[in-house]
C-alpha cells in the first residue's frame, strides 16, 4: 500500500462523491480475496483470507477450498482443540499472534472464527468450531476475536447461522424453532458480537426456515445489528448470494468472491426499478469503506513476525489442547529410563494435524511426537497401518506386535484417517478404522501398559475398544506444534489440563440427530430442539463415554468452601479448589444452573461460568465466578424476550458435567412476568392473569362455576380455551366480552 494511501477516508464525503455504478461495484469483490478499490477517488481494496487457525494467503493462484498453496505460516491447533482448553487468555495471545501474522502479510481480515455449534459429531467441519455449547464457544469466540483484532486485524464470524452440517450446505434449509435459536444456535454469535465486535461477519450458505442467510433481513438486520448492536460488515460466504438486491436489503454489505459484476448489475437493476432503495446501497457502501478505513493503519509492508516464538506459542496451545481421557493406573507420564518404549501408529511420524478445506495453512514446520520421544527416551517405533487404507497390512501389525511385546509400555497412535473429515462433506460414521481397532487388540494381547493417542477433528466412539488401553489422551488435530506438545504430556513435561468441549457417547445412535441428520429434500429438522450435545444425553439419563467437561490431571483437585451470593437475577459463585495431588497442575472449575421450577422445559442443567485455576500441590485460592441474568434467562416463546422466571435455581459446580462435587439451592425476584393473554387462552391461563384473572373470577357465576372449580372435573373445563367456553349455552361471559377483555389486558 503506498504511502499517499495510508490517510484514513472521509466516509460520508466519499458515498456522496462515488457515482451508484461505482457504489454498487463496492458492494463486489475484486477477486478471490480483495474488495474492490476506486483509484479516482484513493479507496483502496484491501485483502480478507482464510484461516482460521493460521493464515491461508494465497500467493498464487486461487480457490476457497484450500486446493492450491499459500504462504507459510503457523497452524495453530484448530478450534476444537483451542476450545478444549477452556483458556481465553491463551486464545487472546493466539489471537494476537494470528493478528500479527496477518500485519506481516498484509492481510486486513483473517475469515474466522468458525463457531456454529456441533450438532452432530459428524458435520465434516466440527473440527473448525468449538464446542456443543454456546457459552464456552461464545467466551472463547470473543477471546479469540479480541486477541486478534487488537493488532488492527479484523475477523470474519462465521457462519451466520445454523450452519451445522457440510451435506447440502449450499442449499439446505436448518428448519429450527426461535426459542432453540435464540438459545443454542445464535448465543455465541451474540456474545463474541457483543463482547468483541468483530470486524465483519460472514452470512452462512444455508437457509433458515426457508429463508437464505445471505438475504434473512430478519437474522442480519433486526436480530444482529438492531438487537445486539452490531457495528461491522456483513460479508457473504464464498458464493452463499443468492439475490443480491434481496440480499442487500437484508443488509448483506459485501460479496464474495468477485461475481464477475453479475451481483453489480442486478443492484444496479433493483435500483432503478425502484425495487431497491439508494439508501440501501448508501448503507452497505458506508460499511465497506468503513472496514477499508479500520483495516489501513495495519496495511504498512515490512512487518515481520517471531517464527520460533510462534511455534513455541503454537506447542503451549497444543499442549493445552489435548484431554487425558483416562489413566488407569497412572500409566502416564511414561516412565522413562527403564527400558524402550513402544512408539506404534504412523500418526506418530506423520501427524494430522489439521483438517481439510479452506482452513487448511501451510506451516512454518512441523514437529513430530516420535522424534519428540526419540530426542528424550529410548523408543522403538513400528508404523503399524497405512493411514488412508481401510485394510491391515499383515507385516506391520507384526513387527509392532514385536515392538509391543519387549516394550514396558506401548503408545500407539490411532485416528481418522484425513479423507474421513473435511470441509465440503459430512463423516459417514463416528468409528475409527476397523484396522486400527485390530492392531490395538493385538498389541493389548501382549502388553498390558496401552497408551492411546488419538487424532481426530471431532469424537469417534472409544467404548469398543477402550478397555483395552489403560490410557487414552485424546489430541484433537493439534497444530504444527502438536507432536512435541504430546511427548510433553505423554513425559509429563506438560500436565494434561484439557477438557472436553463436546460429549464422547457411548454410541452414534445415542446422539440427538438420529433421524434427523443431515435431512432430506432441502430440509434438516432441528426436532431435537435445545437438547444438543450434554443437554441430551442428560434428558434421557444416557451413560456416556465421557461427558463434557471431562479430563483428567496427573495431580488431583478437591472443592470445598462453596458460598453464592445473590441480586434480583445474578449470582456470584465463589468457591476453594486445593491441589490435593503431588504434581502442579491447572483445573478448570464449571458452574452450571438448573431451573427445576420454570414454566417452560428447560435442560437439566446448562454451563453458564467457569474459571481456570494453576495450583502447586498442596495450594489452594479462592475461585469467583460471575453468573450475569442470562445465565438464568430462558427465551420466552410467547413475550419474545429474555426472561428470568422468579423462584429456585440449582447452582451446581463441578469438574465436569458429570462430576459435580458441590451445590445449592437460590432463590432470585426475576422479572415480574405476564404471560399475555389471546383468544386462544385457555380458561386456567386467564385465571392465572393477575388482572384478567380478578375479572374472570368475578365473572363466572352459578353452574359454569361450579364445573370450572369442580374438584374432579374442574381441571378438564379449565384447559378449554375460553372463547370456547363463551360459546356454550348459558356461558356467563359472551364471545364479545372475551375479545373485549383480550384488548384490555393485553
Ligand atoms: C467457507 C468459508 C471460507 C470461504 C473462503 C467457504 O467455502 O465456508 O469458511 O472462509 O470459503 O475460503
Redesign the pocket.
Known amino acids: 500500500m503506498s504511502e499517499e494511501r495510508a490517510a484514513a477516508l472521509d466516509v460520508p464525503t466519499l458515498v456522496s462523491a462515488l457515482t451508484l455504478e461505482e457504489k454498487a461495484g463496492l458492494l463486489d469483490g475484486s477477486d478471490f480475496w480483495h474488495t474492490q478499490g476506486v483509484e479516482r477517488l484513493g479507496i483502496p481494496a484491501v485483502m480478507v483470507t482464510?484461516g482460521p487457525h493460521g493464515l491461508r494467503k494465497q500467493a498464487g493462484e486461487a480457490d476457497?477450498?484450500g486446493l492450491h498453496d499459500s504462504v507459510p505460516a503457523t497452524c495453530f491447533p484448530p478450534a476444537a482443540g483451542l476450545a478444549s482448553t477452556w483458556n481465553p487468555d491463551l486464545l487472546t495471545r493466539i489471537g494476537a499472534a494470528l493478528g500479527r501474522e496477518c500485519r506481516a502479510e498484509e492481510v486486513a481480515v483473517l475469515?474466522g472464527p468458525?463457531i456454529n455449534m456441533k450438532r452432530s459429531p459428524l458435520c465434516g467441519r466440527n473440527f473448525e468450531y468449538f464446542s456443543e455449547d454456546p457459552n464456552l464457544a461464545g467466551e472463547l469466540g470473543t477471546a479469540l476475536v479480541n486477541g486478534i483484532q487488537s493488532e488492527g486485524v479484523g475477523t470474519s464470524l462465521?457462519?451466520f447461522a445454523a450452519n451445522n452440517q457440510e451435506t447440502d450446505r449450499m442449499t439446505v434449509s436448518a428448519d429450527v424453532d426461535e426459542r432453540t435459536l435464540r438459545e443454542i444456535y445464535l448465543p455465541a454469535f451474540e456474545r463474541v458480537v457483543t463482547g468483541a465486535q468483530p470486524w465483519t461477519v460472514?452470512c452462512s450458505y444455508n437457509r433458515i426456515n426457508g429463508v437464505y442467510a445471505s438475504e434473512d433481513r430478519w437474522l442480519l438486520t433486526d436480530v444482529l445489528r438492531d438487537e445486539w448492536g452490531y457495528q461491522g460488515l456483513v460479508v457473504s460466504?464464498?458464493g452463499a448470494v443468492n439475490e443480491r438486491d434481496a440480499g442487500v436489503h437484508a443488509g448483506l454489505d459485501l460479496e464474495m468472491p468477485s461475481s464477475g459484476g453479475g451481483g453489480t448489475t442486478v443492484i444496479l437493476d433493483a435500483v432503478a426499478a425502484g425495487t431497491l432503495s439508494e439508501k440501501d446501497v448508501d448503507l452497505a457502501v458506508t460499511r465497506v469503506l468503513d472496514l477499508v478505513n479500520k483495516a489501513i493503519p495495519a496495511l504498512a509492508p515490512g512487518q515481520g513476525f517471531d517464527v520460533d516464538a510462534h511455534h513455541v506459542l503454537a506447542r503451549e496451545a497444543a499442549a493445552a489442547s489435548a484431554v487425558l481421557l483416562k489413566n488407569d493406573g497412572g500409566l502416564l507420564p511414561l516412565a522413562t529410563g527403564g527400558g524402550p518404549i513402544a512408539v506404534i501408529g504412523e500418526f506418530a511420524r506423520s501427524p494430522r494435524f489439521q483438517g481439510a478445506g479452506?482452513s487448511q495453512v501451510n506451516p512454518t514446520r512441523v514437529d513430530t511426537a516420535l522424534d519428540a520421544l526419540r530426542a528424550a527416551t529410548d523408543v522403538v517405533f513400528a508404523p503399524g497401518f497405512v493411514i488412508e487404507s481401510e485394510q491391515a497390512d499383515p507385516a506391520l501389525v507384526e513387527a509392532a506386535v514385536a515392538a509391543a511385546r519387549d516394550a514396558e509400555v506401548a503408545v500407539l497412535f490411532l485416528g481418522l484417517p484425513p479423507s474421513y473429515e473435511s470441509?465440503g462433506y459430512d463423516r459417514a460414521h463416528m468409528d475409527l478404522p476397523q484396522h486400527q481397532i485390530d492392531l490395538l487388540n493385538a498389541v493389548a494381547d501382549v502388553n498390558d501398559n496401552v497408551a492411546v493417542v488419538l487424532s481426530n477433528g471431532s469424537v469417534v466412539t472409544v467404548a469398543p475398544w477402550q478397555h483395552r488401553a489403560k490410557a487414552i489422551l485424546e489430541g484433537w488435530l493439534l497444530g504444527q506444534a502438536g507432536g512435541a506438545a504430546t511427548a510433553d504430556l505423554l513425559l509429563g513435561v506438560v500436565n494434561p489440563a484439557g477438557k472436553l468441549a463436546e460429549t464422547v457417547p457411548v454410541r452414534y445412535a445415542d446422539n440427538p440427530t438420529v433421524g434427523a441428520f443431515p435431512g432430506e429434500h432441502g430440509h434438516v429438522r432441528y426436532g431435537e430442539g435445545l437438547l444438543i450435545g450434554y443437554r441430551w444425553y442428560d434428558a434421557h439419563q444416557l451413560d456416556v463415554a465421557y461427558p463434557f467437561g471431562h479430563g483428567l490431571s496427573y495431580t488431583t483437585f478437591s472443592y470445598g468452601d462453596l458460598d453464592v451470593t445473590t441480586g434480583t437475577d445474578t449470582a456470584q459463585v465463589s468457591l476453594t479448589v486445593t491441589n490435593s495431588g503431588a504434581r502442579a497442575g491447572t483445573e478448570t472449575v464449571q458452574v452450571y444452573v438448573s431451573d427445576p421450577q420454570a414454566s417452560v422445559y428447560r435442560p437439566e442443567q446448562e454451563l453458564r461460568g467457569f474459571a481456570q485455576v494453576t495450583l502447586e500441590p498442596g495450594e489452594s485460592k479462592r475461585v469467583t465466578v460471575e453468573l450475569d441474568r442470562r445465565a438464568f434467562a430462558f427465551w420466552h416463546p410467547a413475550l419474545r424476550n429474555w426472561t428470568v422466571e422468579g423462584g429456585e435455581f440449582g447452582i451446581r459446580v463441578g469438574s465436569s458435567s458429570r462430576d459435580i462435587r458441590m451445590d445449592t439451592t437460590i432463590t432470585l425476584e426475576g422479572d415480574d412476568v405476564v404471560t399475555p393473554l389471546t383468544v386462544e387462552s385457555t380458561a386456567d391461563a386467564w385465571l392465572a392473569h393477575p388482572a384478567a384473572g380478578e375479572w374472570l373470577r368475578t365473572s363466572l357465576t352459578g353452574a359454569f362455576h361450579d364445573m370450572l372449580f369442580d374438584p374432579k372435573n374442574g381441571q378438564m373445563m379449565r384447559a378449554i380455551p375460553l372463547v370456547r367456553l363463551s360459546r356454550f349455552p348459558g356461558f356467563p361471559v359472551s364471545e364479545t366480552q372475551v375479545t373485549e377483555a383480550v384488548q384490555r389486558f393485553s
Do not use: A, P
Open positions: 482464510d476457497h477450498v475469515l468458525g462465521k457462519h460472514m460466504d464464498w479452506s470441509e
